[in-house]
């Protein structure tokens, strides 16, 4: 097929806030098993099959970046964010999947916490997806991007509370290592959410 000379901005506006629509209902269902607990095959599955959804997405990203010679922002910029959003899926998919295979069976109250700034940080980046359409008034989106900035150093703060807790009460090795991991992955959502910020403030940047 050959390339479009004409700009098909709403195909990727579209493709973008679909996306983000995946991301926050993976963090929604993270944060409504992590209360309910525990992890079950069900659960892994129903979020598998978002993971599944959303890949689709990126790949049609891809693919339409590929065919369109004139794309909305910087051709790099896109691929950039639609890898960045689609980490953030994958990575609350793979902490619902290393609960399950765990065995982790109680509700903890610090992870619970935890699961509700990862759906506060990734309804925001839904916000500055969202935005992204609105150049001549940015602000909006870039407040988003602010406060997925601020709830990344909440939780670092979190997280080295947390595991200094952990290291101070916990008796058993292995309950260790799982909590440590599972926490360090929980972080890594928030960083990948900061990562996926950063690109959308450079996009209006170069826009500016």
């Known amino acids: 097929m050959g390339f479009s000379f004409i700009p098909k901005d709403s195909n990727f506006f579209v493709l973008f806030n679909k996306q983000a629509q995946f991301a926050v209902t993976a963090a929604s269902m993270f944060a409504q098993q992590t209360s309910r607990g525990p992890f079950d095959a069900e659960s892994v599955s129903k979020m598998r099959d978002i993971e599944h959804q959303a890949d689709e997405v990126a790949h049609e990203i891809m693919n339409r970046l590929n065919k369109t010679f004139i794309t909305p922002f910087d051709r790099e910029d896109i691929h950039s964010l639609a890898c960045a959003m689609d980490d953030v899926i994958d990575m609350i998919y793979t902490i619902t999947n290393r609960m399950y295979v765990y065995k982790i069976k109680n509700v903890d109250q610090d992870l619970i916490e ?15 997806i969202e935005g992204l359409q609105n150049t001549k008034n940015p602000q909006c989106a870039l407040d988003s991007c602010i406060e997925v900035n601020r709830l990344e150093n909440v939780g670092d703060t979190m997280r080295d509370n947390i595991l200094g807790k952990l290291f101070e009460t916990s008796t058993d090795p292995i309950h260790l290592v799982k909590w440590k991991e599972i926490y360090q992955f929980a972080e890594t959502v928030l960083d990948m959410c900061e990562d996926v910020a950063h690109v959308v403030e450079s996009i209006f940047v170069k826009q500016a």
């Open 114 to 128: 935890f699961a509700v700034i990862i759906e506060k940080s990734v309804r925001a980046l839904a916000k500055a």
